[in-house]
Nanobody, 128 residues
Framework: QVQLVESGGGLVQAGGSLRLSCAAS????????MGWFRQAPGKEREFVAAVNWSGSSTYYADSVKGRFTISRDNAKNTVYLQMNSLKPEDTAVYYC?????????????????????WGQGTQVTVSS
């Protein structure tokens, strides 16, 4: 089993920044793919970003490209999502997820079904 705990969410004004963290425990962290997803009220969960096991390769949704950065620290069993230039449409519950079973290519890691474990989510609210 893997436990994922997100933190760092909150209320921020448009144009501001937040850094989300996701701490993992229970299984070898450095052998997985980590992803961030988000879900706004009344909408389906959507892909935000993913990072491979070493941190050397990343993917982003078009809506966040150039504003968000995903990274990981395997020594700390933690993945991060740095969010800059936040917009009201970024308001959502953000979830981190871990995938222990597959290859790192976009069409796969962008799908929520590829992930084995999920955190409980952290709320991000961006005011206009």
């Amino acid at each position: 089993q893997v436990q994922l705990v997100e933190s760092g969410g909150g209320l921020v004004q448009a144009g501001g920044s937040l850094r989300l963290s996701c701490a993992a425990s229970g299984r070898t962290f450095s052998s997985n793919i980590m992803g961030w997803f988000r879900q706004a009220p009344g909408k389906e969960r959507e892909f935000v970003a993913a990072v491979n096991w070493s941190g050397s390769s990343t993917y982003y949704a078009d809506s966040v490209k150039g504003r968000f950065t995903i990274s990981r620290d395997n020594a700390k069993n933690t993945v991060y999502l740095q969010m800059n230039s936040l917009k009201p449409e970024d308001t959502a519950v953000y979830y981190c997820a871990a995938d222990y079973g597959g290859l790192f290519f976009f069409s796969r890691v962008a799908g929520s079904n590829s992930y084995d474990y999920w955190g409980q989510g952290t709320q991000v609210t961006v005011s206009s």
